[in-house]
C-alpha cells in the first residue's frame, strides 16, 4: 500500500513541476508617457520640427516579465497635448505623430494651445495600427515615438507636452 502511495504522490509532483513550466499569465499594465516638446519662435517664418522619445513597456506590472511577453493587446491608446505655455496662436501647420513608423495622427492648422486648455484627448481606434503597436513590442521592448512636421509660431516660443497613454494586457510565459 506504500509503494502504491509513494508512486501517486510522485506521479502528481512530476505532472505538477511540467504544468509549472508551460504556465501562461495574463497581466495588465497601464503606460502614461508625458514627452516634452520645445519649438522656438519661427520670426514669421513656418519652420520644420522633428522631436523623439523613446517609449519603454517594461515598466509598471511588465516589469517584471522582460523578454517573456508571449502576446501583447493594447486595449486603448489615447494622447493629449497638455502643460502648454507660450504663443497662444502658435500652431501646427503640419504634423504627424507616430510610433516606430505607425502613424497615429496627422494634424493640420493644429492650435496646440485651444486642445491644451481644452483638455482634448484623442483616442486611436484603428484596429490595424493598435496591433501593429502591439506586435512592435512583442517583438522589442521599446519603440520611438516622433512628432514631426512644420509649425509657425510668430509671437514666441511653444513649449508642451505630449500625453500619451496606453492600456494594454500581455500574455506572459514562463
Same mark, same amino acid.
Given at each position: 500500500m506504500k509503494r502504491i502511495l509513494y508512486v501517486c504522490v510522485s506521479f502528481f509532483i512530476l505532472v505538477s513541476c511540467e504544468t509549472i513550466e508551460n504556465i501562461e499569465l495574463k $497581466?495588465?499594465?497601464?503606460? /502614461?508617457?508625458?514627452?516634452p516638446v520645445r519649438i522656438s519662435q519661427t520670426a514669421n517664418m513656418e519652420e520644420s520640427f522633428d522631436f523623439t522619445n523613446t517609449l519603454d513597456i517594461?515598466? +509598471?506590472?511588465?516589469?517584471?516579465?522582460?523578454?517573456?511577453?508571449?502576446?501583447?493587446?493594447?486595449m486603448h491608446l489615447s494622447y493629449a497635448f497638455i502643460?502648454? /505655455? +507660450?504663443?497662444?496662436? +502658435?500652431s501646427i501647420t503640419s504634423g504627424v505623430l507616430e510610433i516606430d513608423d505607425v502613424v497615429i495622427a496627422e494634424k493640420t492648422d493644429?492650435? $496646440?494651445?485651444t486642445a491644451a486648455a481644452a483638455g482634448t484627448v484623442f483616442h $486611436? /481606434?484603428?484596429v490595424e495600427k493598435?496591433?501593429?503597436?502591439?506586435?512592435?513590442? /512583442?517583438g522589442d521592448i521599446d519603440a520611438v515615438v516622433r512628432l514631426k512636421g512644420a509649425v509657425l509660431s510668430e509671437r514666441d516660443a511653444m513649449d508642451f507636452k505630449i500625453e500619451l497613454r496606453l492600456d494594454m494586457i500581455a500574455t506572459m510565459k514562463e
Open positions: $497581466v495588465e499594465n497601464n503606460l /502614461t508617457e508625458r514627452i517594461h515598466s +509598471g506590472d511588465f516589469s517584471q516579465f522582460e523578454n517573456k511577453i508571449a502576446e501583447l493587446t493594447i502643460d502648454f /505655455t +507660450g504663443d497662444t496662436n +502658435g493644429f492650435n $496646440v494651445s $486611436v /481606434t484603428d493598435l496591433q501593429r503597436i502591439a506586435s512592435i513590442f /512583442t
